[in-house]
Every structure is written in structure tokens, then in C-alpha cells.
């Protein structure tokens, strides 16, 4: 779909040249005829997908007669929990700018109602600057919802009694849903920091390889976008805080399995005694004493008690359970 601003009423398809009142052009997932026409109204090339999904940054950054040729991972629309990464490409000249993009971005629409409502967005420049702002915000807020989220999986872990002796069953559910938490945390984290990152280089790229194209007055907006990412900073926070978690959730994971061990080494061993005495005694052979004895039965099945309780009492004195 191709969707132009700042656009003139007249219909500028059938033309030779794209009309000066229209500045900005975003293809959303744009058809092949959509993007020949552009780039025959605007005499500039538009990158294909497979051109925006390099990830070389010689492919990413490309500065060509005046043109600048950017493209960058972005958090896609839609809820936190649901949000994937796609590219979305940047061609920026003076007068124009176009942008291509194969998925709904939030940054995208919050800007887009700023250049309906804000004639001071008159510029393909300012319009790209607040793209860039946009974006590093959509990143503030994920992180933000990450924090929050991996919080409470640290309130859980840590707080809550993750091993349950009784329902050993319901422990084994319990720890995997607490892993399955905190590897869609650490994904979602991974792609936060792709996302800024690229905005980051963008920024710093067009700050010091734009310096004929970029007015000015730009500058220190470019360089206050290239600080605002420092929120990476933040996001290694949150990464070795996802880090610890794992860790933490699989050192209990290996204290249950410990802990099953010795049920079954206890098990095993205190049914080794008993078990020795009833294969002595259940021997056939003709002369055994016990076999004569007027208290014969009921001793051994003293003794086959006996000696399964004794070392129980010593694995308990041991501290063993």
C-alpha cells in the first residue's frame, strides 16, 4: 500500500515527476507496481525486502549521490507479548522521504498523526528525525513492560515455593511455565535491543555522513536521538537480570532432581537388608536352624523390620530427609 503526505489533490500517478508538495511516501508492504512507480516518479531506487533484511552495516548505511539509503530492524505493532522484528527501510533526500515496511508499526502511526495535526513537520527531514524519536520511544516502552514483567517472574521465583514435595508433578509445571516466561522475556529483550541499536547507528550515521543534506539545526536533534539510546545501558541490566533468572530457576530445577536421587538411594538402600535376610531364609535348604526354632518365625520378621528401620534412623540422623 502506498500512502503519500503532504500530498496534492491532483492525482500524481499519471505523471512524470512526483508533485513538491508531497514529502513523505510509505509503502507498507508494497506491491511491485507500487514500487516501480515510485521509484519512476522519484528517480531514486526503493530497496526490496530482502535489501532491508541485510545485516551487514554497508548494506544498512549507504550514502550514494546525495541520497541516503537506511534501513533498521523495528518492534512491530500490537502487544508486547505478541511483537516480532521487521524491517523497515529510510530513503532520505532533501525534499523527500520514503519509507518501506512490511508490517504495521506503532512508531509509524504516532507520527503520522503528528504530520496530519503539525504543519511544523513541513520537512522530509523533520518528518525522518521524528520517526527516529518514535522509534526509540516504542523501545522505552517495551523495555519498560519487560521490566516489569520480568519483576514479577523474579517476585515469583524467589518469593513463591517453587518445589513442592507433596505434588512434585505440579513442581515440574510450575518450574517450566517460570522457564517458559523467562525465555519469551529474554526474546523479546533480544529484539528491543536490535531495535534500538539500528536507530542508534542510523542516527549517528546521518548525524556525521549527512552533513550537506542535513540542515543545521538537525544536528543536535540527531545527537539527542543517538544519546536516547543509551537506554541499551537499561537493557543490559535487564539481560543480566533474565540471566540470573535462568540460572536461578535451573539451580532449583537441579535441587529437585538432587533431591529425587536421595529418595531413591534411601529407597534403595534400606531395602537392601531386609531383602538380603528373606533370600537367606527363604533358601530350601534341609538343615537350618531357624527352621527348629519355637520363635523362629516371628524373629525373622523382627529382624527384616529392624533391619529396614535402622538405616532409616541413621539416614535421619545424618540430616539426609
Known amino acids: 500500500m502506498l500512502t503519500t503526505y503532504r500530498e496534492t489533490k491532483d492525482d500524481f500517478r499519471d505523471q512524470a515527476t512526483l508533485p513538491d508538495t508531497i514529502i513523505w511516501l510509505d509503502l507498507l508492504d508494497p506491491k511491485e507496481d507500487e514500487r516501480l512507480l515510485v521509484e519512476r516518479l522519484t528517480k531514486i531506487r526503493v530497496p526490496s525486502k530482502e535489501a532491508l533484511s541485510e545485516i551487514e552495516a554497508s548494506s544498512r548505511l549507504i550514502s550514494e549521490h546525495g541520497v541516503l539509503y537506511l534501513s533498521t530492524p523495528a518492534v512491530s505493532k500490537g502487544e508486547v507479548e505478541n511483537t516480532d522484528l521487521s524491517p523497515v527501510g529510510f530513503v532520505l533526500t532533501q525534499r523527500l522521504l520514503v519509507t518501506v515496511r512490511y508490517t504495521e508499526l506503532a512508531s509509524f502511526d504516532s507520527v ?8 511544523a513537520l513541513d520537512s522530509s527531514i523533520g518528518i525522518f528525525a ?15 513492560h519487560l521490566g516489569a514483567t520480568i519483576d514479577k517472574v523474579s517476585k515469583s521465583v524467589f518469593r513463591g515455593n517453587q518445589a513442592s514435595p507433596k505434588h512434585p508433578s505440579r513442581s515440574t509445571a510450575r518450574l517450566r511455565q517460570v522457564l517458559t516466561d ?5 526474546d523479546h529483550l533480544a529484539q528491543a535491543r536490535d531495535a534500538l541499536l539500528g536507530v542508534g547507528r542510523l542516527a549517528t550515521f546521518v548525524g556525521d555522513s549527512g ?5 543545521q539545526t538537525f544536528h543536535a536533534r540527531f545527537d539527542s536521538i543517538s544519546k ?10 535487564l539481560s543480566d537480570k533474565v540471566q540470573f533468572l535462568l540460572d536461578a530457576v535451573l539451580g532449583y530445577i537441579s535441587i ?4 529425587l536421587f536421595k529418595v531413591l538411594t534411601i529407597v534403595s538402600v534400606v531395602g537392601v ?12 535348604f534341609k538343615n537350618m536352624p531357624e527352621l527348629s526354632w519355637t520363635w523362629g518365625y516371628p ?4 529382624a527384616i523390620v529392624l533391619s529396614a528401620i535402622l538405616p532409616l534412623i541413621w539416614f535421619k540422623r545424618r540430616g539426609w530427609f
Open 130 to 144: 521524528a520517526l527516529l524519536e518514535a522509534m526509540v520511544d516504542r523501545g522505552a516502552d517495551v523495555l519498560e
Open 256 to 259: 529437585d532432581q538432587n533431591d
Open 182 to 186: 523467562i525465555g519469551v522475556s529474554g
Open 112 to 119: 503520522v498523526e503528528r504530520v496530519r495535526a503539525d504543519n
Open 228 to 237: 536516547d539510546v543509551s537506554l541499551s545501558d537499561y537493557e543490559t541490566h
Open 273 to 284: 537388608p531386609p531383602t538380603l535376610l528373606a533370600g537367606i531364609w527363604g533358601m530350601n
Open 211 to 215: 552533513q550537506d543534506l542535513i540542515p
Open 299 to 302: 524373629l525373622s520378621w523382627l
